[in-house]
Structure formats: C-alpha cells, structure tokens
C-alpha cells in the first residue's frame, strides 16, 4: 500500500526557473525600500511572458506527479454534470431564466412566453458559442422598459473591461449599437430609449494593469454612436471619483447617482427626469455612510442607510428635504446586520444572525407583516420582484445543500419548492456545526465546520481553513460543488467570520481596515489553532485558503506563521501592499488598507505586514500553490508573481513553492466550468499529496479495511 507520511512526503527536487533581480529601489518617508522583482509587473513584456511560461512549465511537471489528480477530476467532472436551473423572472411578455445543461462552460438565458411552461422555453442568449473555449462570458443583462430591447456585456479572457452589445428580443438580432471599454458598470434603461452605462477612460498602456481612477457615467441613445454618448456625470467640471454608478427607478421617473472614492461609504444624487432644470439633487453629500435608494413612491424615497447605524436601517426621506437631517426611521437598526429589497409593493428584510438568515416581511410603513419559514438554517437571497409581481423566487442553500429555488406568494407569505437540482451527492452524510472561539484580543469569533457525520477528532483529518476577512463582504453558508469532492474525501472544511467582513456590521468591518488590519490574520490564526487544539486536524493535515483580499490573508499569515501549516493556496492575491494602489482601480481599496503614501506611520504599518516584504531567507515556509489568472486586471497577477519569486528565492525547507497561471483568465468571474474543474484538481490534488497522501483519503480507508 502506498505511504501516508505528511512529516516526510516524497517528490522529485524542483529546478525553479531563473528568476532576475534588478536594483530598483523605492523611498517611503526616508526609507529605503528593495524591489529586485518590479520587472515582472510589466504585462507587456516578453520577459515577463517567458517567465510565465517556464513557471508553468515548472509547476505543471509537478503536479503532473500526483497519482490521483485524475480521479479527482473525474470526480469533479461528474459531480458537476448535473442541471442547474435559477429563478425566472418577466420581462416585456416572455419570462426568462438561466441553464446550465451540467458541463457548459457558461450559463444559457432561455425565456418561454408568459403563460406558458419552461417546457417551452427556447434558446435566448448562449454565450457558449461566443468562443469556443468558453472564455468569453456573459456579464449582465438588463431589459428595457417594455421588454422589447436588451442589453448585455460579455467579458474576453476574465478581464473587467467589458462590451456591450444590444439585441432586439423579438428577432433575437443585434440592432449595431454596440459599446465598447465599458468597466464596473451596470446597464439601467431609460424607457425603451437608451441606457446609462459606467466607465474609465481607456490607460495609454496596459489595459490590463495601468491605474483607473475616474469613473464617468454616460447615455447612450439608441441608434447613436458612442463618440456621441452624452456624458452625465464626472466631467472635468465634477469632483473625480473613482467609482459611479447610475440606475433608473422603477417608475421611470429618477435616476439615482451613486459616486464614491472607495469601495466603502458613498456620496448619493438624485436627477427628477420630470424636473430636468432642477439638475442634480443631493441626498447626502459626504461618503461617511454607505447609502442606497431602495424604492420610490411619488415624491418620497425609502433608503438602505448605515449612517448613524452601523448594522443598516430603513428611513423614508421626501424630495423636498432629502438629507439625512429629514430622514425618518421606517425599518429601525437592529443588534443584527440588515438587508433589505422590496418586491410587490413589499419591504423584504434580511437579517444576519451569526452568519445565517432570518427574513421578514414588512409594509412600506415599517409595519411587520410575517416572518418568512425558511426550509432550515443557512443563506436566503433575492427576496426582489417588480411592484406588480404576485410571487417572489427566493434562493437557499448551506455547506451540505445544493442551492434550491422556493417560490414565494407575497400576498400570503407561503413558499413552495420551485427548483431542486438532482445532484449525485448525500447531504445527508454530512454536518456543519458552528463554533465560537477567542482571538488574540478576546474577541469571539465564529466559524462553521463542515464534515462527514462520524469523523474522528483524531487530528489527522485533512482540513481547508478559507478566509477572506475585508470590504464588507460576508461569508454565509453556501454548498460549492468542489467543497463537497473536498468533503467526500473526508475533508474538513472550516470556515470563520473574521474581522474586516460585514457579519456584524460596519463596526465588525471596520476593526479589520488599516491599522487595525493584523487583528484579521489574528482572526484567522486562532481559528486554525482552535482546530488544532480541538483535533479536528493538526499542521500536517492544515491547509490555508483564500482569494482577492483572502489571498493577502494566506499571505501574511504563513509569512507570520509557516510552522501553523502544510500547505498554503493563496489565490489572485493582493500581496504587495506598497504598491498595490498604483495599479488599475486598487486605489479605491485605500478605506480597507490605508496606502504607503498616506503616513510614515502607516507606511510603516503596511510594510510590517504586505506578504511580498516579509518572506525571510532561512525559513522553511509551507508547500505553496499561488494561483492567479494572466488577465486578471482586478488584482493584477504581479502581486502573485513577485510574491512567488521571493519565495523560491529564499525557502529554506524542502517544501515546494509553485505558482499556476491560468491563461484567458481573470479574477474569477465567467471562467469557463472546463477551466474551474481543471484548476481545483490540482489545487486539492497538491494539497492532499503534500499532506503526505499517495492515494485519496476514501481509497485509503477502503485499502485500510481490506
């Protein structure tokens, strides 16, 4: 029988390529600061393409060794074929809705007369013939007023630069009226007329990393050129802002402005198309609270606000005194962290209670109507329908359950089982339980353990721990078709609610940004400590993950702590927190992390921390896998790049440092289910063998009790 012996697993010694060092040096407040890796963030370059190409080469002769790395992509490959099917929706007179056969590369919009039955339902859009490797992908899709028009952006190689195209939904043609260099950018209409749309202009170099810092919202007219689009907000004449966005109320009567510096907090304007000489009209004026026009009746507005409430509120606010000294509560701040949407002339709020979903019903007065049943614990979403809608589909899905649809009478409030996928795998043989446990500073954080019902506290279970911790952004129980191949193979999947998230609010947030951003990694450490202590795993058997700003939390971690580890998967991480600001828009993620320009102080901060300056000679760091996609133009690949170098120059342990760089892909969105599938074979494939494994863990129980 093959070995199982993490503490000395065998492979083949790696000949890194070569990687230059050049003498660029930075000065930060009289600081000296190293850069011998900067060449590498000249996408242009084919020194920097052969790199990459010979890091491939390198890793993929690697991975290539691993015994079961088919298996695992068999299991992936057949796990995934099953129909997936989302909630439909009407437009104009057809209803649509998204498909995916099982392997498609993209997601197909078919549509079916209303009235009729989705057995009816015909091809409207399928971007899996836009290429075909499947790495041009559909964006969104937003139908005009009367449903007659749409218009719908698709994405070349994963980049954010998108192109927007229109098509007559009658004669499923293209009318000509295609935009181009759109980026961050949603598509709202004004009756079946034209549409709002948001851009940058296009950098003189690299598209693909070049900074972009001035957001522009502009109309297209149907019919008209887009030299000719009218530019309606953050001109030269306005203040700059790095993000704006632009959409048309329900009733057709406002268009809501939102401007922002930074990925938190906006300013919001408000334009009466039936009073166009009153021009813009300010709701609030400061970006010190995140603040959002839900719904409109006549000349009153309902607000999502998290001014002077950090866990969100609803107020009403009249177009005559709009600011927030006016505003009056119609859905109070609660202890828990609110969301809200309106469908059916109704007020649907979600509540956040430790991570999991709890959603009422309410009147536009702020009268609860009910308490929505939810099928059981774990994430509910869009609870949104038109004002004259009857019905509702609602998602739900956890860690064991695959994702259903419920429909939902607004009327009465019942919810029936519209959508549930049939899916080769037994939820039932597995469990998640929620635990609390102490940070660094006594902070109580919780986290979700996912595993097979029966496991052993033995400490030799192998163990994803996966973090992102920043921007908000909240990490709720969802079902992953890869997580559950993890977890059939007697994984444990563990995932915490750390600082810099939204689980508690903007208070939870804001004790994970800037100067406050260790108490992050701190979050993430004691919850792999927490596991260790409590032998569901040990170092051994631990692997690190997590992407975007979760690839920055792997990264400073294992610099922090490579003995707390086996393997670390940082994935299109932002790791060089000195100059991430220079590139793209990475200048609006200042609120989360400060920049090296800000303060010597918090120059000095960020340096003690940014994963790329703390890789030290002499330390024997985890097995690596640092993954990245070479369009991604959100978080450019040379984070990874140079963070990778660094690594490979100065491991001192036996463990390998390999980084993948998928080509025709960006940060994540739209890449094709063939490239998905391929890319977590290797990743669970690296990460299993060097825990020391030479067959999959359920081979080897079965091996064991033969």
Same mark, same amino acid.
């Given at each position: ?18 990687? $230059? ?52 992509? !068999? ?5 995934? !074929? ?111 007329? *034209? ?29 008209? &050129? ?84 950090? !866990?969100?509120?609803?107020? $009403? ?80 899905? &956890?860690?064991?359950?695959? *994702? ?107 004790? *994970? ?80 992390? *400060? ?112």
């Amino acid at each position: 029988m093959s070995c199982n012996n993490p503490q000395n697993p065998t492979f083949a010694p790696i000949d890194y390529p070569e990687t $230059k060092k050049v003498d660029t040096i930075d000065t930060y407040f009289d600081a000296a600061i190293a850069d011998p890796y900067r060449w590498l963030e000249d996408d242009l370059s084919s020194e920097t393409e052969e790199w990459v190409i010979e890091q491939n080469k390198t890793t993929f002769g690697h991975l290539d060794q691993i015994p079961f790395r088919a298996a695992l992509k !068999n299991r992936l490959t057949s796990l995934w !074929n099953y129909e997936k099917i989302t909630a439909p929706f009407v437009e104009g007179g057809y209803t649509y809705f998204y498909k995916n056969n099982g392997l498609q590369n993209q997601y197909v919009l078919y549509r079916y007369p209303n009235g009729q039955s989705a057995q009816e339902a015909e091809v409207f859009l399928d971007p899996n013939g836009f290429k075909e490797d499947g790495t041009i992908s559909l964006g969104g899709v937003s139908f005009s007023k009367k449903g007659n028009l749409a218009a719908y952006s698709i994405s070349e190689g994963g980049s954010d630069w998108r192109k927007v195209l229109v098509m007559d939904t009658k004669t499923k043609i293209l009318v000509g009226d295609t935009i181009v260099d759109v980026k961050f950018s949603g598509l709202s209409w004004k009756g079946d007329e *034209g549409f709002f749309y948001s851009s940058y202009d296009k950098p003189k170099g690299s598209s693909l990393s070049d900074k972009t810092d001035r957001h522009k919202l502009y109309y297209h007219a149907m019919g008209s &050129n887009q030299k000719d689009d009218q530019l309606i907000f953050g001109g030269d004449t306005d203040e700059k802002y790095r993000y704006v966005g632009g959409s048309v109320t329900e009733d057709q009567r406002f268009l809501v402005v939102t401007a922002s510096n930074a990925t938190s907090g906006n300013k919001l304007f408000l334009h009466d198309f039936t009073q166009p000489q009153k021009g813009f009209i300010t709701i609030v004026g400061h970006s010190n609270s995140d603040t959002y026009v839900m719904d409109t009746q006549g000349d009153n507005l309902l607000l999502s606000t998290n001014l002077e409430a950090p !866990n969100k509120r609803v107020v $009403k606010a009249t177009l005559d005194q709009p600011g927030p000294e006016f505003w009056q509560d119609v859905i109070p701040e609660t202890e828990h962290v609110l969301s809200v949407s309106t469908a059916g002339g109704f007020i649907f709020a979600e509540y956040m209670v430790d991570a999991l979903s709890k959603v009422y019903q309410y009147d536009t007065t702020g009268r609860m109507i009910r308490e929505i049943a939810l099928p059981g614990l774990g994430s509910a979403g869009g609870f949104s329908a038109k004002k004259t809608d009857a019905d509702l589909y609602y998602s739900f899905t &956890n860690y064991t359950t695959p *994702g259903s649809v419920f429909k939902l009478s607004i009327a009465e409030g019942r919810s029936e089982l519209f959508i549930q996928p049939s899916i080769d795998f037994d939820s039932g043989a597995y469990t998640s339980d929620q635990v609390f446990y102490t940070s660094k500073d006594g902070t109580q954080v919780p986290m979700i353990i996912t595993y097979k019902k029966g496991l052993t506290l033995n400490g030799k279970n192998p163990t994803i721990l996966y973090g992102y911790g920043g921007f908000n952004i909240s990490l709720t129980p969802s079902f992953s078709i890869v997580n559950a191949v993890w977890l059939e193979q007697g994984g444990v999947y563990a995932v915490p609610n750390i600082r810099g998230g939204g689980e508690y609010g903007k208070t939870w947030h804001d004790a *994970g940004t800037q100067m406050k951003k260790q108490n992050v990694f701190d979050d993430f450490i004691a919850a792999a400590e927490y596991l260790i202590d409590n032998d569901y795993t040990s170092k051994e058997y631990l692997a690190l993950r997590g992407g975007s700003n979760g690839g920055l939390l792997v990264g400073a971690v294992m610099t922090q702590r490579p003995d707390l580890m086996q393997v670390a998967l940082p994935a299109v991480g932002v790791l060089d927190m000195l100059r991430y600001h220079t590139f793209t828009a990475g200048a609006g993620w200042g609120y989360d992390y *400060g920049t090296a320009q800000d303060s010597p102080e918090m120059f000095e901060y960020l340096r003690q921390y940014s994963p790329v300056h703390n890789v030290k000679a002499g330390v024997s760091y985890p097995a690596t896998l640092v993954t990245t996609g070479d369009h991604d133009d959100r978080v450019v690949p040379a984070h990874s790049f140079k963070f990778t170098a660094e690594l490979q120059n100065k491991q001192s342990g036996t463990h390998p440092v390999l980084i993948r760089i998928e080509t025709d892909a960006g940060h994540g969105a739209g890449t094709p289910v063939s490239k998905t599938i391929e890319q977590y074979a290797d990743i669970f494939g690296f990460t299993l063998f060097h825990m020391g494994y030479r067959v999959l863990p359920e081979d080897l129980e079965a091996q064991l009790k033969t």
